[in-house]
């Protein structure tokens, strides 16, 4: 078993707004992803993805792209992005993934998940202050999401110290965001996850040469950090390793 990560899919079979329109890196992007995936991840595999999967308003829309995710080996764990608005409820989502047989599906929202030897948290993340746009508002939602990073974070430390591995396990946070400001200066979110010994952090969000250049890559103060939007990746998923 190994666990791989890629986010930022933005598929659009369900609705007309394909990524193809940006060219470059984009063009036949959901073909690519397709090949790719289907020659790096076995069914024994976990794969993570952080946000933006999907380009509907509505859920009902994503059921095409939904599909395509629940037909490509392995377990996926998924977290909301900035565009997918076809969010709702946790309980709705499980609803609507139980009534379309999508089994290999699972959503990251206040709670974690334990592989055989990582557990997997995570939350959207936010703007963060020292943004040059960072506004009374985005203080309001950067706060929310800060308190759902702790839910996750808590729920993980209370089902870890009920297993027979309590301990032996490395924790990884998922989040659609950056944890630093545009300036790569430390959060709010970098807080938690020294307080809970997490050991990396993967994220999704910047697309393109230019946000890439302000991207946060490598180790600091023992938690590693990457980059892993599709785009970037170019529509391989990687692999992660603690």
């Known amino acids: 078993m190994a666990v791989y990560a890629i986010s930022d899919l933005h598929l659009a079979l369900g609705v007309d707004k394909p990524m193809d329109v940006f060219g470059g890196r984009w063009l036949n992007y959901m073909e690519r992803l397709r090949h790719s995936w289907r020659e790096t991840v076995t069914a024994d595999d976990y794969v993570l993805i952080p ?46 993934l139980k009534n379309n047989k999508l089994f290999s599906i699972n959503f990251l929202h206040n709670n974690s998940y334990i592989t055989d030897d990582l557990i997997i ?13 960072f506004s009374e508002d985005d203080s309001k939602i950067y706060t929310r999401e800060l308190q759902r990073l702790q839910l996750s974070l808590e729920s993980s430390a209370k089902i870890n110290s009920n297993t027979a591995a309590a301990g032996e396990r490395n924790i990884i946070v998922a989040l659609h965001y950056m944890p630093f400001s545009s300036r790569r200066e430390p959060s709010g979110f970098i807080d938690l996850m020294q307080k809970y010994n997490v050991k990396m952090c993967i994220y999704g969000h910047l697309h393109g040469e230019g946000a890439w250049k302000n991207a946060v890559n490598g180790e600091i103060e023992g938690i590693t950090y990457r980059l892993v939007a599709a785009d970037y990746l170019d529509f391989k998923p990687v692999r992660i390793q603690v």
Not at 51 to 57: C, E, F, P, R
Not at 80 to 85: C, I, L, M, R
Not at 121 to 133: A, L, V
């Open 51 to 96: 946000g933006d999967i999907s380009w509907a308003t509505y859920l009902e829309e994503a059921y095409k792209d939904f599909k395509y995710i629940d037909d490509l080996p392995g377990e996926k764990i998924i977290l909301k992005g900035n565009h997918d608005y076809w969010w709702t409820t946790l309980r709705k989502l499980d609803i609507f």
């Open 121 to 133: 948290c995570g939350t959207r993340g936010w703007k963060c202050p020292g943004d040059d746009d």
